[in-house]
């Protein structure tokens, strides 16, 4: 916070480069440091001045204007409401639900979000459960002046230019400095505090290529996984922590014991994503004493360049003219349930020019990137993969360069192949291994799955449904409340009503979501402020 006569500035989040600004203008103040910046030049300049995860409010007494801002990624989300003369913003969307509800006297549903997370596991695009409240798009800051609101883009991803010329060596070298820069900056701002590391590790790719990286750097690391007992993941982590000597913390989710407070997770995401894939992270606090740590660091949306999921059903027609929504997204439910309004569609198809970008902003930042929201409760979060740096560099290289894995692959032999020695959980084979090997691996998954009934998932959840009568009953019990809404159209119940039904136990979650959402902020919206 920092208060002058000019201006009133709030950060939250973490800024990376502070300490290289200070020296470049000579102001060790930050909030000084601050002004000067935003003084010096055009707000979306000051935007990208800043290199970190943070979102912030910027209040100029002069002009009289209040800017709104979010990161270049949206890590640090920003919610906003702007009706009939009034505005409200807030990081808390469980703060602004009720905010709204108690100017509105209600809740208004938008129908098209509640479609798309029962049926994704997210929202697409800049939407919320609540038609009036809208998300920040990344990249993005508002101005609210004279009783209006006006929204700007100050980063966007880069579009591939196919004329590049680099060759694969330099390539290779520029990922290799884009992703030590990323990772030594965010243990550096650990240092600058005083603070020991801390990480999530899983059997992926990408937590190991942050360890590995770290460990390259010097630096040691305390290694968090999570999962069912013996998965992949957690013997893969565990072998990887024991070789290169790193503190290892195992929380295990059996039978999906974490499952068993809904409406503390809705509190502090708003419905926006998926409750399994939140509550575990939520629940870290509760069980390790996370002082005397810094942020908590994480290989997210490490399909930047691993070229995987983001990439998936894309060959010649990259755009997203005509793109089925029911069917081109990456989803987490099972089945596609209900439609969008003619509106909705036409609107977040055109806001993205094309579906690897499309999916990068949906199924990374609005996915991935939303289960950071859990640990900004109690610390903030970073990957290096979501660096500005990483992301210009493997955005402007033509699509075939990243597909299949390609070039990671060739990454890792290059500059890590240490992480080559381990299986990667996804294929359950060593990294770059062919086409064999990885179909023997398939075929074994399968007959352990149908004959003897094994999983290896790190969540899985049909197993803790069966298994687990607690679990079904709290389930039933969070989805009986779905008699008491009367805020939604019969249509949206229905579809509720389907995936509740359904024989999938995420599928039930989703549901569960919905009803709590319209339970906690749809029968009686206003509170107290």
Not at 214 to 223: E, F, I, P
Not at 320 to 339: E, H, I, Q, W
Not at 398 to 422: A, S
Not at 474 to 495: G, M, R, W
Request: aromatic fraction near 14%; proline fraction near 2%; hydrophobic fraction near 30%.
């Amino acid at each position: 916070f920092y208060e002058s006569d000019g201006i009133i500035i709030v950060i939250e989040g973490v800024i990376y480069n502070f300490v290289s600004l200070a020296k470049e203008y000579a102001i060790e103040d930050r909030g000084h440091l601050l002004e000067r910046i935003y003084r010096e030049s055009e707000m979306v300049d000051f935007c990208n001045i800043l290199d970190g995860y943070y979102s912030g409010v910027l209040y100029d007494k002069i002009k009289k204007m209040t800017y709104v801002f979010t990161d270049h990624i949206g890590y640090r989300p920003v919610w906003y409401y702007c009706e009939n003369g009034s505005f409200t913003f807030s990081s808390d969307i469980d703060w602004i639900y009720h905010s709204v509800g108690a100017f509105e006297k209600r809740f208004l549903p938008d129908e098209d979000a509640f479609i798309s997370m029962l049926n994704y596991g997210y929202i697409l695009g800049n939407r919320t459960l609540n038609k009036n409240i809208k998300k920040l798009l990344p990249g993005h800051y508002l101005c609210f002046s004279n009783n209006t609101i006006d929204i700007e883009e100050y980063y966007s991803l880069p579009l591939p230019d196919d004329k590049q010329e680099k060759s694969r060596e330099n390539l290779l070298k520029e990922i290799d400095g884009c992703i030590t820069e990323a990772v030594k900056k965010a243990y550096e701002k650990d240092d600058e505090y005083g603070y020991k590391h801390i990480m999530t590790l899983s059997g992926g790719l990408d937590s190991r290529v942050l360890l590995f990286k770290a460990c390259q750097l010097g630096y040691k690391t305390t290694c968090i996984t999570m999962g069912e007992a013996n998965c992949n993941d957690i013997r893969i982590s565990s072998q990887i922590c024991d070789d290169l000597n790193q503190e290892h913390i195992i929380y295990e989710l059996n039978n999906g014991l974490y499952l068993s407070d809904i409406e503390s997770s809705v509190e502090a995401n708003g419905g926006t994503i998926m409750w399994p894939g939140f509550a575990h992270g939520y629940r870290l606090r509760q069980l390790i004493d996370l002082r005397g740590y810094g942020a908590i660091h994480s290989g997210d949306c490490g399909d930047v360049i691993l070229g995987g999921s983001y990439y998936k059903g894309i060959n010649d027609n990259n755009t997203t003219d005509n793109m089925d929504l029911s069917k081109d997204v990456l989803a987490y439910g099972k089945r596609f349930v209900g439609c969008f309004s003619d509106e909705f569609i036409k609107t977040e198809t055109k806001r993205y020019c094309n579906k690897v970008i499309f999916n990068y902003y949906n199924r990374g930042t609005n996915s991935a990137g939303n289960g950071v929201y859990a640990t900004q409760y109690y610390s903030e979060g970073s990957s290096p993969f979501m660096s500005k740096g990483l992301l210009d560099l493997m955005y402007s290289l033509p699509y075939e360069y990243t597909k299949d894995h390609k070039l990671y692959f060739d990454y890792l032999k290059e500059y890590m192949p240490e992480t080559c020695e381990y299986i990667w959980e996804h294929s359950g084979c060593k990294p770059g291994a062919g086409y064999f090997p990885k179909e023997c691996v398939k075929w074994k998954r399968r007959i352990n799955y149908r004959v003897f009934h094994k999983l290896s998932s790190m969540n899985p959840y049909d197993k803790w449904y069966g298994k687990n009568k607690a679990l079904r009953n709290y389930l039933d019990e969070v989805y009986s409340d779905i008699n008491n809404i009367c805020c939604v159209s019969d249509s949206i119940l229905q579809v509720i009503k389907r995936k509740y039904k359904s024989n999938s136990t995420l599928e039930k979650t989703l549901a569960c979501v919905a009803v709590t959402v319209l339970k906690k902020y749809g029968v009686n919206p206003s509170h107290e402020i």
